[in-house]
């Protein structure tokens, strides 16, 4: 529920004529109250009229059962060590196979359309559930799709939802939250010269919990790539500037933008990077995405360099490339940047710099990925 919210909220703040609060901030978090006619009216916005808020009730209710765990982690969890890091990654068991995801409405007004939407572009570009940023949540939806525009499903939202003693809350949404205008998404398919190949994946050790883990279809190398990303040779797409010169500070604050922090409070990764998944015929494919906030010039100019190198680094077969890190039957076997999905900007592969919004929800709902 927590997940799908939240992508909920990204795609309306995507939107100017939505506002989404900060559900976790209590002094922006809705509902806010305003004086009409001498009475009080509380304003939500329309993420809590979905997904509710103090004093007012979620749209709906899921039931999600079926599927299969990967191995039994009460005995042991898989752990994934990097070459040169002394801690590494600790993987507990997923979920694997064929889910049933049962929508309940708790009110005539709610329609399925809400949901179906954001449940789609997460199933097309990103993972959906806990614990993305190491490869988890990445589904397929059979026999659903979304039958509609996104404009007309965005249109009926407020006036579906929205009860006579409330009312809708306004507001300029803040760009250092998740949106879909500040987020990427890019898809590499590979055929493996061999079958085995995950073996030689940087970090992973053959045991038991591994074997049960590629049986399911996947191969976790989040760990491998995100270790490259930010420890690894990696680095150079986002420790240099434009000449190649930045001071320690400068450094530190792009990888705090980049990767999260712990010291004073503690912020996310941006960067989401999926297990690789097994699609037939040999190949294999594996998703990178996540959400760079717009803050200020200083961190535009860096959010532009990085994704920039990001996609020039997936396009190319080099040694610099986080290819690498995947073993030789993976990087000789001619891994394909298939796509790269971003918001007005040239390097989409579908809509490209077109600033019509709802056009590109439309084409995140379709899956449709171009040419790279």
């Not at 509380?42 to 899921?62: D, H, K, Q």
């Not at 995950?198 to 279809?217: A, F, H, Q, T």
């Not at 998944?277 to 803050?295: H, M, N, T």
Request: hydrophobic share 35%.
């Amino acid at each position: 529920m927590g997940s799908l919210r939240w992508w909920a909220e990204a795609l309306l703040r995507g939107h100017e004529e939505f506002f989404a609060c900060d559900p976790v901030l209590k002094e922006s978090s809705c509902p806010s109250k305003i004086k009409r006619g001498g009475d009080q009216l509380y304003c939500y916005c329309n993420a809590c009229l979905l997904f509710g808020a103090t004093g007012l009730r979620r749209s709906f209710g899921i039931q999600l059962s079926g599927g299969n765990e990967v191995y039994n982690d009460n005995i042991r969890t898989l752990r994934i060590r990097p070459r040169g890091r002394n801690r590494g990654w600790y993987l507990g068991s997923g979920i694997c196979g064929n889910l049933n995801l049962l929508l309940i409405p708790y009110g005539a007004s709610f329609d399925p359309m809400f949901i179906l939407l954001p449940l789609t572009i997460a199933s097309h570009w990103g993972g959906l559930g806990a614990r993305t940023q190491l490869g988890y949540g990445v589904l397929e939806l059979v026999n659903s799709s979304v039958p509609e525009a996104a404009a007309n499903i965005l249109r009926r939202l407020s006036k579906a939802l929205l009860s006579p003693n409330y009312c809708i809350r306004k507001g300029e949404n803040d760009l250092t939250l998740p949106s879909l205008r500040n987020m990427f998404f890019a898809k590499v398919r590979f055929s493996p010269k061999n079958e085995n190949w995950w073996k030689k994946v940087d970090g992973i050790m053959e045991n038991e919990e591994m074997k049960e883990w590629v049986k399911s279809g996947s191969v976790p190398i989040a760990p491998a790539i995100k270790n490259w990303l930010r420890y690894g040779r990696g680095r150079n797409l986002w420790q240099c500037g434009e000449a190649g010169k930045v001071s320690a500070n400068e450094i530190y604050d792009t990888e705090k933008y980049l990767f999260g922090a712990t010291n004073n409070y503690r912020t996310a990764a941006k960067i989401n990077i999926s297990s690789a998944y097994r699609l037939g015929d040999g190949q294999w494919e594996f998703r990178l995405w996540g959400w760079l906030p717009l803050k200020k010039a200083v961190t535009d100019k860096i959010r532009e360099t990085f994704l920039k190198k990001l996609k020039e680094s997936l396009a190319e077969q080099k040694e610099s490339s986080p290819y690498s890190v995947l073993g030789e039957d993976v990087s000789k076997g001619s891994p394909v940047l298939t796509v790269w999905r971003e918001f007005a900007s040239e390097r989409d592969t579908v809509t490209g710099e077109s600033s019509d919004y709802l056009k590109y929800l439309d084409s995140l709902a379709k899956g449709e990925e171009g040419r790279p």
